[in-house]
């Protein structure tokens, strides 16, 4: 049995509430896909609360990781995304770059591992390890 993505849909919509207390949601093997994703990163953008999310294992490729980052855009609190095993390429991995660079961004935790992101790719990204006074774990 796994979410898929109406439960995941379902699931972000009950987290916008403000009576919602959860700060760590794991839904790794859920099968969330693209309009799962998509669902998330709408969560991300209009709550402050979860400071940890594992998408571990969910299909989410290019377009769900481009519609999760627009969460990310306007999420302050997020200090922990993993996105291994997800299928994604170097046009999600700059937009995950992009993200990070910005000056609000809380993440100091990214899990990147297992994708199909190039040598060039990952090298980018890890760069921002310590870029910027912040240090992060950040997984190619």
């Keep these: 049995c796994a979410l898929g993505p109406r ?3 379902a699931l972000a919509e009950a987290m916008r509430s403000d009576q919602c207390g959860i700060v760590d949601l794991d839904i790794q093997f859920n099968r969330v896909g693209i309009n799962g994703a998509a669902a998330i990163g709408e ?7 979860l400071v940890s999310l594992n998408v571990q294992y969910n299909g989410v490729g290019a377009e769900g ?3 999760l980052v627009e969460g990310l855009d306007k999420n302050t609190s997020l200090r922990s995304l993993d996105l291994s095993y997800n299928l994604i390429k170097d046009d999600g991995a700059r937009l995950i770059y992009k993200a990070l660079k910005k000056p609000s961004s809380g993440l100091i935790r ?3 591992e297992e994708n199909f992101i190039s040598p060039d790719g990952k090298a980018k ?3 921002l390890t310590t870029e910027d ?4 774990d950040i997984r190619v």
Excluded at 43 to 49: C, D, E, I, Q
């Design 7 to 9: 439960g995941a849909s």
């Design 43 to 49: 969560m991300l953008a209009l709550t402050n609360k």
């Design 65 to 67: 990781t481009r519609r």
């Design 110 to 112: 990214v899990n990147l």
């Design 125 to 127: 990204i890890k760069s």
């Design 133 to 136: 006074g912040k240090t992060r």
